[in-house]
């Protein structure tokens, strides 16, 4: 039953048959105006929603954005602050239509129907605030996107930065370890290797090098420094003073070298390590791009550190630095030399396919950028650290040829000793006494004494010590020639077979064998250079020696014959008996100095010999050991170079576990 309202018939109640109609239109009326406000509270709601989140973009974009942007970003910053100050005036705009249903709404008495065309307006403005809250999300967005961008670019910046400052440091090393070098002396004093390697195959040949025996008698060194003392034979313990002392001097240059080095070396370790860092974090975020565009992944700035470490950059390097084809040969930089073989081509051809297939999947074609990023890396670092290897190599080898040099000196010592022994002057000086009983011509005079033209006993005896001063140096001379000879002809087999023993032995050693070997046969070259002028020195010291005592001996001997008399001298009718009694008497003195400097050098020479095998006893362990040093010293280098490597390569893993 319809029931107007308002109409009663009791205190404003209508009847009873008539109450729950009433009430059903009275809900009704309740529940309609109560949706209006509920979708008029739903505008309001996303409108204010709205304004907030522009206001809130608007102010990102002018406080973050327009900070760290880059101008094309600042460009499309103005644009969105517009964009945003429109959209803010159309909401605030929307909002206060809004407030005015509102109050309309308000206004509208209760058990009164909502007017239509105001329930319409307030659809139309919920629709409304629906579309100006999708405006806003768009402002937000976008908003957004320009912050993330801002914030890449401010990113970006940073890494520039500090990639410039890294590249710059590199440089700086590089140029350091440039001049480092360019400074260093260009030829080196002492024994050691600088530059000059000789392979083992070299050293085998150790006998076969051309040994030889020239006289070193005007050598600037003083007789008495190779002589023992009171003896003929070499003192060994010191001739080597020379070699020992270029050794220490050479030791100080290359520690300084090594000093040098270790300030670079530091450095050469941070940029390796911040180049892996940089790799990994690099790596991280490029892969992040792949999965947002796998197209235009390689031109974002996160990718731009492997721009020069993709397969195609490479190859077109490699394929501008290596040839011109024609007909199986290859032309490079001028010069013509034979095609790849067969296998080679394959070899190739394999390749190009394996990295054509690998460029068509974006993360391969990174794996394979970071696998030579970290390639180069290591390369940079290995330019400083090989540098320093090769100046440990040279100042350890200089050390262990200081330490070995007695114990080699030891070792050959017996062996030059026993050569000594065929030291044997007998039979020398045999007739060196000869007088002229006749006068001869001025021409025929130097072979003999002329006795007819002496007439005085002190004229005798200077022209006698003249004569035989003369005779004894070229025929002493021929004798010590044949004796070193001999000494020789003994000792450089043993000399060769102990060296290459020695060299074959050190050769061995791990890690250092070469170097080493290398370093013990320049140091056997150099000791029997300074041997040659030792024994060379000797056994000129001992020829002075032995001719003074000649003289002496003859002459003594001609004067207690009792013959050289004044009268008898200028009496010619004594002359024959004279020159007789000269020879016989001065030939049988000379042969009394011969016979016991060739006993006493020969038992001196046994006796020292005995002695210095005791003392060479355990010399070749001792080199050993001292090799072995030096191969723990490089085993303990290697080890923590190892380990560096392996500390980021272990960096490696745990990055790529945890961006998984």
């Known amino acids: 039953m319809n029931v107007k309202l308002g109409v009663t018939t009791y205190k404003g109640v209508p009847p009873c048959n008539e109450v729950v109609p009433f009430v059903r239109t009275r809900h009704t009326l309740a529940i309609t105006k109560g949706e209006v406000l509920v979708d008029l509270h739903e505008a309001l709601s996303d409108l204010q929603q709205a304004l907030a989140m522009v206001k809130s973009a608007k102010a990102m974009l002018e406080k973050d954005v327009k900070e760290a942007g880059s101008d094309i970003i600042l460009k499309k910053c103005d644009a969105e602050i517009k964009r945003a100050d429109n959209v803010s005036a159309e909401v605030e705009k929307s909002i206060s239509e809004e407030h005015e249903l509102q109050k309309k709404i308000a206004a509208t008495k209760v058990d009164t129907m909502v007017p239509h065309d105001l329930e319409l307006e307030v659809k139309g403005g919920k629709d409304n605030a629906v579309s100006w809250l999708f405006v806003a999300e768009q402002v937000k967005n976008a908003s957004m996107s320009l912050n993330q961008q801002a914030l890449d670019h401010a990113v970006a910046v940073k890494v520039a930065a500090a990639l410039a400052d890294h590249l710059k440091d590199k440089a700086d090393l590089k140029k350091k370890l440039d001049e480092n070098l360019k400074n260093r002396a260009k030829d080196a004093k002492g024994m050691v290797l600088l530059g000059k390697a000789m392979s083992i195959g070299e050293l085998a040949v150790h006998s076969d090098k051309d040994k030889k025996h020239e006289g070193l008698a005007n050598s600037t060194q003083t007789l008495n420094s190779f002589m023992a003392t009171g003896t003929g034979l070499p003192n060994m313990d010191t001739m080597a003073t020379e070699i020992m002392t270029d050794l220490t001097n050479h030791i100080v240059v290359l520690q300084g070298q090594v ?159 026993g050569a000594y022994k065929v030291l044997d002057a007998t039979g020398s000086a045999g007739s060196i006494v000869k007088a002229c009983g006749q006068a001869l011509a001025d021409d025929e005079k130097t072979g003999c004494i002329p006795m007819l033209e002496i007439d005085l006993v002190t004229l005798l005896e200077n022209y006698l010590k003249l004569f035989l001063n003369n005779e004894l140096t070229t025929e002493l001379g021929s004798v010590f020639s044949d004796i070193e000879s001999k000494i020789w002809k003994i000792f450089d087999p043993l000399e060769s077979a102990l060296a290459n023993s020695i060299i074959g032995e050190v050769g061995s050693i791990p890690f250092v064998g070469g170097v080493l070997a290398a370093a013990v046969g320049v140091l056997f070259d150099a000791i029997y250079d300074v041997l040659q002028k030792a024994v060379n020195h000797a056994l000129n010291k001992l020829k002075t020696l032995l001719q003074a005592d000649i003289v002496k001996a003859v002459v003594d001997a001609v004067m207690a014959t009792g013959l050289f008399t004044p009268k008898a001298l200028k009496d ?63 085993a303990q280098d290697n080890q923590e170079e190892q380990n560096m490597l392996s500390s980021e390569n272990e960096e490696d893993v745990n990055s790529a576990e945890g961006a998984a």
């Open 572 to 634: 010619p009718t004594q002359t024959a008996a004279l020159s007789t009694g000269m020879e016989t008497s001065g030939n049988a003195a000379a042969q009394g100095p011969v016979s016991s400097t060739t006993k006493k050098v020969n038992a001196e020479a046994s006796a020292a010999q005995a002695k210095a095998q005791v003392d060479a006893k355990g010399a070749q362990a001792q080199i050993m050991s001292a090799g072995n040093e030096v191969s723990n010293q490089t």
């Open 259 to 417: 000093n040098d080095m270790k300030p670079l070396v530091k450095k050469a370790k941070e940029l390796f390590h911040t180049d892996r860092k940089n790799i990994r974090d690099n790596y991280k975020a490029c892969k992040k791009e792949i999965r947002r565009d796998k197209h235009s992944w390689k031109d974002t700035q996160q990718c731009a550190p492997f721009a020069g470490h993709f397969p195609a950059f490479l190859q077109v390097q490699k394929d501008d630095e290596v040839m011109i084809k024609d007909h199986g040969t290859q032309v490079t930089q001028g010069r013509r030399r034979a095609g790849p073989t067969r296998h080679q081509e394959k070899k190739q051809e394999r390749a190009a396919a394996k990295a054509a297939k690998c460029s068509e999947m974006p993360k391969c074609e990174l794996r394979q950028a970071k696998r030579t990023a970290k390639q180069a890396a290591l390369q940079d670092y290995k330019q400083v650290k090989d540098q320093d290897k090769q100046d440990k190599q040279q100042l350890r080898a200089a050390k262990f040829q200081k330490v070995i040099l007695p114990k080699i000196i030891k070792i050959l010592k017996p062996e030059l000793l």
